[in-house]
């Protein structure tokens, strides 16, 4: 991989204590309702990558689809988390994306299905998923974007203090203020037309072994060598868990590196600026 400019930021250790400190002295990934997998797949988080479905030009996409550097991020548009991390990644879009050397492709992971106890943390991130990509099928993947990121910016998502999320009244009013047309959005959504796609992705990130949101793949073409391997670890040290461990794992060829929850911005350039250089 050719180095990129970008801000320098492993020379700025302090910063990555902080944000490790948040990380790791905060809830960032809500675990995921028991979902049926595949009997024929083992779902082993040190083989990831051989369960991560392929890239295509199917996936949401923003950024160069050919970029050295991929970000493939499993949300729920119903999880808070899910709204911090969006705003991490569109400023990691800002300052690698113009360049064409990192791609952001969103897959959904609603959390609407009833875990063990019965309980369904996100009743409506299904439905609003569906939102997502019927505004990809009105508006193309410039319409899905322009849909996604104003959900995440106007949804109060689910907390203790807004535990019913999103009024889903508001998503045809999203649809009309990024431009698509509104009695055809509305007639998408009702048909559930895109139901199975969204449930599809959620399979899919059982299968890979993802437990909650958001969590991503960060997706190079070149295996990197141990001593990347070992800087990476060093990057993610401030933010293990009071038992010890990572919010993060390699995978067996070297190639991903799955993060579970809201990394923050300066874990995520920190460990891009490192991808760059070897």
Same mark, same amino acid.
């Given at each position: ?10 020379? @700025? ?9 948040? %990380?790791?002295?905060? %809830? ?12 024929? /797949? ?11 479905? #392929? ?9 160069? #689809?050919?970029?050295?550097?991929? @970000? ?81 910016? /106007?949804?109060?998502? /689910?907390?203790?203090?807004? #535990? ?17 047309? %509104? ?11 895109? +139901? ?9 990130? /059982? ?11 960060? @997706? ?5 060598? +141990? ?36 990394? #923050? ?14």
């Amino acid at each position: 991989m050719q180095p990129t400019k970008s801000s320098n930021i492993l020379n @700025v250790p302090t910063a990555i204590i902080i944000a490790g400190a948040i %990380v790791a002295g905060a %809830v960032i990934w809500t675990k995921a309702p028991s979902a049926p997998i595949k009997q024929d /797949v083992v779902a082993a988080i040190d083989s990831f990558e051989q369960q991560l479905k #392929p890239i295509t030009a199917s996936d949401h996409i923003l950024g160069n #689809p050919n970029a050295k550097l991929k @970000v493939v991020e499993y949300s729920d548009p119903s999880c808070p988390y899910c709204k911090v991390f969006h705003n991490t990644m569109l400023q990691i879009m800002t300052t690698y994306g113009k360049s064409g050397n990192v791609a952001w492709v969103y897959r959904h992971y609603p959390l609407d299905k009833a875990d063990a106890s019965g309980r369904i943390l996100h009743p409506n991130a299904g439905h609003e998923a569906q939102a997502l990509e019927c505004a990809s099928d009105l508006g193309g993947n410039d319409g899905f974007w322009k849909y996604t990121n104003r959900l995440y910016s /106007v949804t109060p998502s /689910v907390t203790s203090d807004s #535990p019913n999320g999103l009024d889903q009244k508001q998503l045809p009013i999203i649809a009309n203020t990024v431009g698509l047309n %509104v009695e055809d959005f509305n007639n998408c959504l009702s048909t559930g037309k895109f +139901k199975e796609k969204v449930d599809q992705d959620f399979l899919d990130g /059982v299968n890979i072994g993802i437990q909650g949101t958001p969590a991503s793949i960060i @997706v190079v073409d070149k295996a990197f060598p +141990k001593a990347i391997k070992d800087k990476i670890m060093t990057i993610f040290e401030p933010t293990k868990g009071a038992s010890g461990e990572y919010p993060m794992h390699i995978s067996a060829d070297s190639k991903m590196i799955m993060l579970d929850g809201a990394m #923050p911005p300066e874990i995520m350039k920190a460990t891009i600026d490192l991808l760059f250089t070897y």
